[in-house]
């Protein structure tokens, strides 16, 4: 195509991109240079019979117009990078000094809100993964050899928890585990234990929250595995099983090693929307315990009156760093493939 | 000998069936509940005393004379006036879905047609915007919204959605367009047309199957969003998902959370019949990515 006729074709989409996408990537690194004015305080003096006082109070009216001809605050630099709320280097640092053991360090360095964040957004991605990986395949061999007449409506039924809406499906679940609701009751029975709530010990909550995503996520991979189980060549099968190999032989050596292009390939989709895990928080109000990295850019941006756009913005920077880390080894294999194509 | 293999094989059998069972009966078994739950009061579906009482309707019974009672959906949609919110949704949603296959089907199909360098580092950055959580996009709109007044309208919620779909949209009609063969409309260019005609005319035919599979998803993506139209909506002009949630925060009232119960019925009802219609694109659609690589 030539280059004219390619750049017609683009225009549109790359207009979009680089408007809503690209530039606000940059709108929101600049904000992160930058802190919200401090409120403007004036001293005034009262003087009565005993004596005077000095009083501090807020002038409003000149906070307001500070913020008006400056919205974007006041120059801070890196300052916000490096505040106890995102890198925390004086903390991290203060906290390697005193602390006698690994376990003790990491005890206070978890509990700054960025790394605390981290953590949990890691451990979620590292948990659900995998898991979702494993019984998305074992669920997929299953299905696959049901009689055809289930295989539709297995696959119907499966779609639902997928599709469904993350913030109405974790709430359908929330409700259902909450110490009113259905499943909540059935485990305090279960453990004698009336006053039990899953929202009352943080790793209760970080489980359930994983539940939640192995429940959402599930299937995806048993679908896309499920497709992939219907192109399997039927001959190397046979022949495997002419050879003398079991079912479970015949999974492992001939059925998996077919699947592996798939499983890298959900494998990826799998890491990109584990990392940003975020409306389950919302949904099961499990910020007391597990925050993500989503959930506390949403919760500065919140900040009822006064959002915190630079502190919003460091940790969107940051979290856009992670994704490209994460990222790498893709962008570097397609484009070693890119090259290889042969140009 | 042929015993013990065949006794071998079912054992397996069992297990991978009980497996497939238990996912179905979890995957099924919350909506059915919760749909279940919502023609009850609160005291049934949230039940202090006995969880069977959701199954039988005890205190609905003796509240409302019926074991099944429509006052949560009453609630929602005349009360609370859901249905405007599902008016906004509509049309965000339907916008977005039009706009961005209108972009992404001629750049899905200029990048399927041109091996320059350039159109592989556009679907390189496609990949990672594609990767990013949407609110650290949310977090650069905000402040240049506010400052030029376009903040909380539904154009510029459908504007932002169209283009966050754009990443997505381009991989998979890329994808889809490298399938149909290139001497078509090569073919087409030989016998005069220009590259313009030669899209209309030969390409715009045959291209449907892959744009409804693309534009199903583009329609999950701009329904089931929270954190954009959370944040760039007034109350006024809200979709259902940010509404179902500011109704958590107001209602903790008695009776109310049924509302929001049946709130969240109704917003799955829609994507139900989807799935119902739509099965066969919606997987080929989710396989389209993997079976490129």
Excluded at chain 1, 45 to 63: H, L, R
Excluded at chain 1, 219 to 224: L, Y
Excluded at chain 2, 234 to 250: K, M, R, V
């Amino acid at each position: 195509m030539k280059h004219r006729a390619f750049f017609w074709f683009i225009l549109p989409t790359l207009a979009a991109m680089t408007l809503f996408i690209a530039l606000p990537i940059v709108s929101v690194f600049v904000q992160s240079l930058y802190v919200q004015h401090e409120q403007v305080l004036v001293i005034s003096e009262n003087c009565g019979p005993f004596g005077c006082k000095q009083s501090t109070s807020v002038d409003i009216a000149a906070t307001e117009k500070l913020r008006e001809e400056a919205p974007l605050g006041q120059f801070n630099g890196l300052g916000t990078y490096s505040n106890r709320s995102h890198l925390a280097f004086a903390e991290v640092g203060a906290a390697w000094a005193t602390s006698d053991t690994i376990d003790a360090f990491w005890d206070e360095v978890v509990n700054l809100p960025f790394y605390g964040a981290l953590t949990f957004t890691l451990t979620y991605t590292a948990a659900v993964t995998p898991l979702v990986l494993l019984l998305g395949l074992a669920i997929a061999i299953g299905v696959n050899s049901l009689p055809s007449i289930f295989k539709g409506p297995s696959i119907f039924v499966s779609l639902l928890p997928f599709l469904v809406t993350p913030l109405v499906g974790s709430l359908i679940l929330f409700w259902m585990v909450d110490s009113d609701g259905v499943i909540g009751a059935i485990i305090q029975l279960i453990f004698d234990d009336p006053n039990l709530s899953l929202k009352a010990s943080a790793a209760l909550t970080w489980t359930m929250l994983i539940l939640y995503g192995v429940w959402h996520t599930l299937p995806f991979s048993f679908i896309v595995f499920y497709a992939g189980l219907q192109t399997v060549p039927l001959e190397t099968l046979e022949a495997a099983q002419v050879d003398g190999a079991t079912k479970w032989q015949r999974t492992i050596y001939v059925v998996v090693p077919h699947l592996v292009p798939l499983i890298s390939f959900v494998t990826l989709m799998l890491l990109m929307d584990n990392f940003r895990v975020f409306e389950p928080i919302v949904s099961f109000s499990a910020e007391a315990h597990a925050r993500s990295l989503s959930w506390i850019i949403f919760n500065d941006l919140r900040e009822s009156g006064n959002p915190l756009y630079g502190s919003a913005g460091a940790t969107s920077m940051l979290t856009i760093l992670g994704v490209v880390f994460l990222l790498t080894p893709v962008l570097i294999r397609t484009w070693r493939d890119f090259k290889g194509a042969g140009r | 000998m042929t015993k013990q293999t065949k006794r071998r094989v079912t054992f397996g059998r069992i297990i991978s069936l009980s497996l497939v069972c238990t996912w179905l009966c979890l995957a099924a078994f919350p909506f059915i509940w919760t749909l279940w739950g919502s023609f009850k009061v609160q005291s049934d579906f949230f039940s202090k005393a006995d969880w069977m009482n959701a199954l039988w309707g005890t205190n609905t019974l003796e509240q409302t004379g019926s074991a099944f009672t429509s006052s949560g959906y009453q609630g929602a949609w005349v009360i609370e006036k859901f249905w405007e919110n599902f008016l906004n949704t509509g049309i965000v949603v339907l916008s977005t879905v039009v706009v961005s296959l209108t972009f992404g089907t001629l750049g899905g199909y200029a990048l399927a047609r041109s091996g320059f360098r350039y159109a592989f580092w556009i679907l390189m950055a496609a990949l990672v915007f594609r990767a990013m959580p949407h609110i650290t996009l949310v977090s650069g709109y905000l402040l240049p919204f506010f400052e030029w007044n376009i903040w909380g309208h539904l154009p510029t919620t459908i504007i932002v959605l169209v283009a966050i779909n754009q990443p997505f949209t381009l991989w998979m009609l890329h994808s889809f367009f490298l399938n149909i063969p290139k001497d078509m409309d090569e073919s087409a260019m030989i016998d005069g047309c220009s590259r313009f005609q030669a899209f209309r005319l030969v390409i715009v035919p045959v291209m449907w199957p892959g744009v409804i599979t693309t534009g199903l998803f583009s329609f999950l993506l701009a329904y089931n969003d929270f954190a954009v139209t959370a944040m760039l909506l007034s109350e006024e002009n809200e979709t259902i998902i940010p509404a179902i949630n500011s109704f958590l925060g107001t209602t903790q009232v008695e009776g109310k959370v049924m509302y929001a119960v049946a709130a969240v019925v109704s917003a799955t009802a829609p994507l139900f019949v989807l799935i119902l219609f739509f099965q066969r694109q919606i997987v080929s659609g989710l396989t389209a990515g993997a079976v490129k690589g």
